[in-house]
């Protein structure tokens, strides 16, 4: 029934596009593929399908003042480590929009993000395999220049189907220096805005809240050379699978001031985040209908072994602080010469909130207090100098402490920390105006003090090398090998080889790529999954129109 549906929208969509010539579509395509193989060495899994294929088309009409969208997704099945609930195809994503000056009235599927996220943030990530867009009615006034209103109501994507939980809320936004001279050239506003979550309590087992409500107050001032951000959150009591049902309310504070002149950039970031988990429905775990977010207060790593430990931000409790101080030399300095340098000192320190139980369902715990338990820290330097026209290079040192049981073992004291130091070495030369090479050098040396000493737990040392040639502007041809020499379990030293091939025209992006895949974590903006080892073929087609 729902896929007759379905198809009845696309003819009439398909039909609305052709017969409206003024209008036009828009949208895109990806489409991404694996042919898996054994590798013992490596430990993968059993595969019931050998090959998984996922992939989806997003089309758009606009005409005049309304868009009208839909997105066909397909995961037959999804590739491994996406979550084996999306296997299935079908429109999980259909809208229609009108816009004006004044208002915008959306119907059906939509994401939102009220502030930083704090107590709603709706999204799509495709790598992490999370897509919890809301299905329902919202809608943006602009009643003034300076003035943002939002309205919505609507339950939550939950794989093939929606929430039992039924969302609704509503935020502000005031641009006050619109009003007034007083804050000069100056940017500063204030935001405000309410979510709450209905949700009926079946089991009466442990007097559960029906309705959860959450509110959030956010301040925000930008200078010409600095800026300063605050946004607090708060969240009644919401007992949940997550939380082990606690009865505590849930806290947010993030603080963020930033300091930039001529060369010099300074930031300084702090956050606190107390049982500020919120689900569109209590039982759901994972990455599973989460309502918020809270952003990452770490630097996102990019290359391959700086992101083997990756940390994931813990909604149920964390303290933390991050710097960051950006630095370029002038040209023509000593320490700048011909091209200039820029150095970047990074630092940030995560530990567990400090509080006190007071029985099985609630505790206290003071606001500003570091608890004993360190989640994760880390200090890098990263150093970029062009030598030439043709030659840019990139030295990072990084040295890491991470809490494998909280980022990965739901705190059960088994695996310990890992202590890592990590050198990179990234170097681009432009050989002509077609060719370029790009090489990437890193090692890694670990320690850890974990219980179990198995190779799963305890990996060492690792290396690994990178080269990437360039021919401009269509093809990108790259072999790698990450190397676990460090193992101390001799079957388990072993290369993680991979080669790639890309080809680039237009609005068009294809891949192909063999080798293997190390299990772990991988993670994009603090949100982290499970990517199971894995060896064999990789495609994907990805087109803009």
Not at 222 to 247: C, R, W
Not at 393 to 413: F, R
Request: proline letters at 3%.
């Amino acid at each position: 029934m729902i896929k007759s549906i379905s198809t009845t929208i696309l003819i009439a969509f398909l039909s609305l596009s052709s017969a409206y010539s003024q209008g036009r579509v828009t949208g895109n395509f990806v489409t991404e593929g694996q042919y898996y193989q054994q590798d013992s060495s490596i430990g993968t899994t059993e595969f019931p399908k050998q090959v998984a294929v996922q992939g989806y088309l997003n089309m758009r009409y606009h005409l005049d003042n309304f868009e009208f969208g839909m997105r066909y997704e397909a995961y037959r099945p999804p590739l491994l480590g996406i979550d084996s609930r999306f296997e299935n195809s079908g429109f999980p994503f259909i809208y229609g929009t009108y816009r004006s000056d004044m208002v915008d009235v959306t119907a059906g599927n939509f994401y939102e993000q009220f502030g930083s996220g704090l107590i709603l943030r709706t999204y799509e990530e495709k790598s992490l395999g999370v897509d919890n867009s809301l299905n329902g009615v919202r809608i943006n006034l602009r009643p003034d220049d300076g003035v943002e209103i939002t309205g919505l109501m609507g339950t939550m994507r939950n794989f093939w189907s929606q929430s039992s939980g039924i969302i609704r809320g509503a935020k502000g936004k005031v641009y006050l220096d619109q009003y007034t001279d007083f804050f000069g050239d100056n940017g500063v506003s204030v935001e405000g805005g309410m979510i709450s979550k209905y949700e009926e309590d079946q089991e009466n087992t442990y007097n559960l809240p029906e309705n959860v409500f959450a509110y959030f107050l956010r301040s925000t001032f930008i200078a010409n050379e600095f800026s300063l951000d605050a946004e607090y959150s708060y969240k009644i009591n919401d007992p949940s699978a997550v939380n082990n049902f606690s009865y505590n309310s849930g806290q947010g504070l993030l603080l963020s001031g930033s300091y930039y002149t001529d060369g010099l950039g300074v930031s300084l970031d702090f956050h606190r985040s107390d049982n500020m988990d919120f689900r569109a429905e209590r039982s759901a775990t994972g990455n599973v209908m989460n309502m918020n977010f809270i952003p990452p207060l770490t630097k996102q790593h990019t290359y391959g072994l700086t992101s083997l430990y990756p940390y994931a931000t813990q909604l149920v409790g964390e303290i933390g602080v991050q710097a960051n101080i950006t630095y370029k030399f002038d040209k023509g300095t000593t320490l700048g010469g011909e091209h200039g340098t820029t150095v970047s000192l990074n630092y940030s320190r995560i530990q567990g909130i400090d509080s006190n139980r007071v029985d099985d369902f609630t505790y206290t715990s003071d606001f500003f207090a570091f608890g004993n338990r360190l989640f994760y820290q880390d200090l890098n330097i990263e150093v970029s100098k062009r030598f030439s026209e043709d030659l840019k290079t990139t030295v990072s040192l990084i040295t890491q402490i991470y809490d494998k049981d909280v980022a990965e073992n739901g705190w059960a004291p088994i695996i310990g920390k890992v202590n890592s130091n990590i050198a990179v070495f990234d170097a681009t030369y432009r050989l002509s105006e077609t060719y370029a090479l790009k090489m990437d050098l890193e090692h890694l040396w670990a320690s850890q003090d974990s219980v179990l000493k198995t190779p799963d737990f305890v990996n060492g040392n690792w290396m690994m090398a990178l080269f990437e040639l360039t021919i401009s502007p269509n093809y990108y041809i790259s072999f790698s090998d990450q190397y676990n020499y460090g193992n101390k379990f001799v079957d388990h030293q072993v290369h993680y080889y991979s080669g790639s091939f890309a080809y680039v025209t237009g609005g068009t992006r294809m891949q192909m790529s063999y080798g293997r895949q190390r299990s772990g974590i991988i993670c994009v903006g603090g949100v982290c999954r499970f990517v199971p080892a894995s060896n064999g073929l990789y495609f994907t087609v990805s087109t803009t129109f």
